[in-house]
């Protein structure tokens, strides 16, 4: 993968979406790295109200939403004074870059997203338009920074793929107007490089070890909302499915075990260990066993973030007062880019 120009800035981008149940995968597949990229990175993380919307939502649980993933930030350790939390829908430069963008991408590119077709299923004619375009706003969250890492769950790679080829495409549609406004090389976009690390960038359902984590699986057996409380988070992990063999001592030994999989790299991911590690310590030994150090590690590492979340939640107007202050700074960013996007694209526009 080609690294961003060097005048790009080490700009870190990523969002939620406030749709209820945040859950272990979006914790330790995003929220976590997010927390890690502080230490190197200016970063941006954003509550994806407009997201949400494609698809029905209840208004008043759509605001207590919003402050809860806002309070999941906080309470896991992002910084919201030395780094930007804001919800998206109070920084219209979002909204308006996605215009563009729409211009941009090709339908070709919009018809092959996996996640358009599982999510408008099959009554397709009856999706929302913003459901089918949800790409371009997301290629326009990051591109609106000029972010050039996106720390992300393994599922949200293809729309990854797609916001470099939207960069790609702007960038060389555009070039020699690029040039004329003073960015010698024609790069006014960076490729923004997705992050998609540790042991756990795919958590799966714990009632089935084929099938994602979800905040939409109907099943609230199949996840562990960051929520949840000690004796649920225990009840969950015990009866989350597994097979009948003992855990294999390598990691080998966990192809075509989804589960075993699945539940080895959790205890790795939330002890900051490899699953070689985790297999080192209890290869050989019972589930049951297994399952007792899962359930105490999980309960110590999500029962302080619940707390402070609920502490947060509580407050509402000092939840929104740090959005607010993120979307102020967030706006002074993406204002720039929009004023020199509409420079390049030839929209006349007050200087
Ligand atoms: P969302 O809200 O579905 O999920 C938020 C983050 O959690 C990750 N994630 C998971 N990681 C590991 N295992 C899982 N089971 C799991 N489920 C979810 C997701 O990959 C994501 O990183 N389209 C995005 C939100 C978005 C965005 C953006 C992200 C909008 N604009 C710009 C990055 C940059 C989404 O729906 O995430």
């Not at 699953?275 to 309960?299: H, I, M, P």
């Amino acid at each position: 993968m080609s690294s961003p120009s060097p005048h790009f800035p080490q700009r870190a981008f990523s969002g939620v979406q406030p749709t209820g149940n945040l859950h272990l995968g979006n914790y330790l597949g995003a929220i976590t790295r997010f927390v890690e990229l502080q230490k190197t990175h200016e970063c941006i993380y954003c509550v994806v109200d407009m997201h949400a919307i494609t698809v029905p939502q209840d208004p008043d649980e759509l605001t207590a939403s919003i402050r809860e993933v806002t309070a999941a930030f906080i309470a896991a350790g992002i910084d919201a004074e030395k780094h930007i939390v804001f919800n998206q829908s109070q920084v219209s430069e979002h909204a308006e870059l996605a215009w563009v963008f729409n211009c941009v991408a090709r339908l070709g590119w919009l018809n092959r997203m996996t996640q358009f077709k599982e999510k408008a299923g099959k009554d397709r004619e009856n999706a929302s338009v913003g459901l089918y375009a949800y790409p371009t706003l997301m290629a326009a969250d990051i591109l609106v920074y000029r972010a050039t890492h996106v720390p992300v769950g393994e599922d949200q790679k293809q729309h990854l793929e797609l916001s470099r080829d939207i960069a790609q495409k702007f960038n060389n549609d555009f070039g020699d107007s690029i040039r004329g406004h003073g960015f010698a090389d024609g790069q006014f976009f960076p490729l923004p490089e997705p992050m998609i690390t540790g042991p756990a960038t795919r958590v799966m359902s714990l009632r089935d070890g084929t099938k994602k984590m979800s905040k939409s699986d109907p099943s609230d057996y199949s996840r562990i909302n960051l929520t949840d409380d000690a004796d649920t988070i225990a009840q969950k992990i015990r009866k989350a499915k597994t097979d009948p063999e003992p855990l294999p001592r390598e990691e080998k030994g966990l192809e075509a075990r989804p589960e075993a999989d699945n539940l080895v790299g959790i205890y790795a991911a939330l002890s900051d260990k490899t699953k070689a590690d985790v297999l080192r310590e209890y290869g050989g030994g019972q589930f049951s066993t297994f399952k007792n150090a899962l359930v105490e590690l999980c309960v110590t590492k999500l029962a302080p973030i619940a707390s402070e979340m609920k502490r947060l939640v509580a407050d509402p107007g000092h939840v929104d007062a740090i959005l607010i202050d993120g979307a102020d700074r967030a706006r002074a960013i993406a204002a720039e880019t929009m004023k020199k996007t509409k420079d390049i694209v030839g929209f006349v526009h007050k200087h």
